[in-house]
């Protein structure tokens, strides 16, 4: 946030938290060391590591049931209340951040995203940097079909390469599915690369879903099929990608799924470009969701909307930093 707004955002939640106490959902979405990481999605394991073990001293950490119980029933949250989440559905959430959460017993919902659990296939936004900026030998330049239209980028250099690299996550995260697979398409056959990825990348198998399941921290929830923002469908094709991940997960896990995260999730949008919207909350409403997360600066309380919650997410933050993020929340 600019600094305006971090005034107009400690201004409000401060006398928000002199009528009721908050409580914060931090979002997560790995826990693994990379080499490179131009998302800045990935949290080292001693990172975590020192997070949960905050977390576990200073805070009152609420399972997704505890957490569902005071949003459903606008109940006040304990004080200095934090629900851990995480999305998308990596490996490394079974392999390194399960057996930390279980060591430091914090509690954490992880939204799964269903198309590529059990696959070799990446996410599309690693696929966009396993083709770009991994390795050399690339093409000087790049022409793509987007939705029917011609696009030219640079890539004879490093910066022009990365430029591109970031042109396109702009470009592909308000596209339809159907409209990212055939670009990405037109890039592994650029780019001689082949569709299948990198093990580190790799989303978890069923096997994995369903031990996660199953584990006492750990409560799984939804995250779409195929991760698109939702707000660019119509709400017959929001209906549908929801529900698909909902379904699938019911029949894996024998469980009935009540959680759910939007992909990406902000409130900011570009022209008519949003992540989510009305339609988007009237299908998980229609789809028998209760909780739902967004992925927006902000913290709950009893009047929060439950089907568009704030999250905070959390970037590589080293100790001191993520005791500084937290305390800012707590502020009476």
Not at 40 to 52: K, M, N, R, Y
Not at 98 to 117: C, E, G, N, W
Not at 282 to 310: E, M, R, T
Request: hydrophobic share 40%; proline share 5%.
């Amino acid at each position: 946030m600019g600094d305006l707004s971090k005034k107009i955002f400690s201004v409000v939640h401060y006398v928000a938290n002199k009528v009721q106490q908050p409580a914060v959902v931090l979002l997560y979405h790995r826990v693994t060391n990379l080499q490179q990481d131009p998302q800045e999605l990935s949290v080292t394991p001693a990172h975590f590591d020192s997070h949960l073990a905050h977390l576990a001293a200073d805070y009152h950490v609420l399972d997704a049931d505890q957490f569902l119980y005071h949003v459903k029933n606008k109940k006040p949250f304990p004080e200095r209340s934090v629900f851990v989440t995480f999305d998308d559905g990596y490996a490394d959430n079974y392999l390194e951040a399960l057996p930390l959460l279980t060591r430091h017993q914090v509690p954490a919902l992880f939204y799964i995203t269903t198309s590529k659990i059990n696959t070799a296939f990446e996410l599309w936004w690693d696929d966009l940097e396993r083709v770009l900026l991994t390795g050399n030998g690339l093409p000087a330049a790049l022409t793509l079909n987007i939705n029917g239209q011609r696009r030219e980028y640079g890539t004879s250099t490093l910066t022009a390469i990365r430029e591109t690299y970031y042109a396109l996550q702009q470009e592909l995260r308000f596209c339809k599915p159907a409209v990212i697979d055939a670009a990405m398409e037109q890039l592994y056959e650029w780019s001689g690369k082949p569709a299948t990825g990198r093990a580190s990348h790799r989303l978890m198998t069923w096997e994995e879903v369903k031990a996660m399941g199953s584990a006492a921290y750990a409560t799984i929830g939804c995250h779409t099929h195929r991760h698109p923002a939702v707000g660019m469908l119509t709400y017959e094709e929001q209906y549908t990608e929801i529900g698909m991940s909902k379904e699938i997960l019911e029949g894996v896990l024998s469980q009935p799924q009540v959680h759910f995260s939007y992909p990406f999730g902000g409130r900011k949008f570009l022209g008519i470009k949003r992540y989510y919207n009305a339609d988007s909350i009237k299908a998980c409403k229609a789809l028998g969701l209760q909780l739902v997360c967004a992925n927006y600066h902000g913290q709950v309380h009893s009047w929060s909307n439950p089907y568009a919650l704030p999250r905070i997410l959390v970037r590589d933050w080293p100790m001191d930093v993520f005791r500084r993020q937290l305390q800012q929340f707590f502020k009476y």
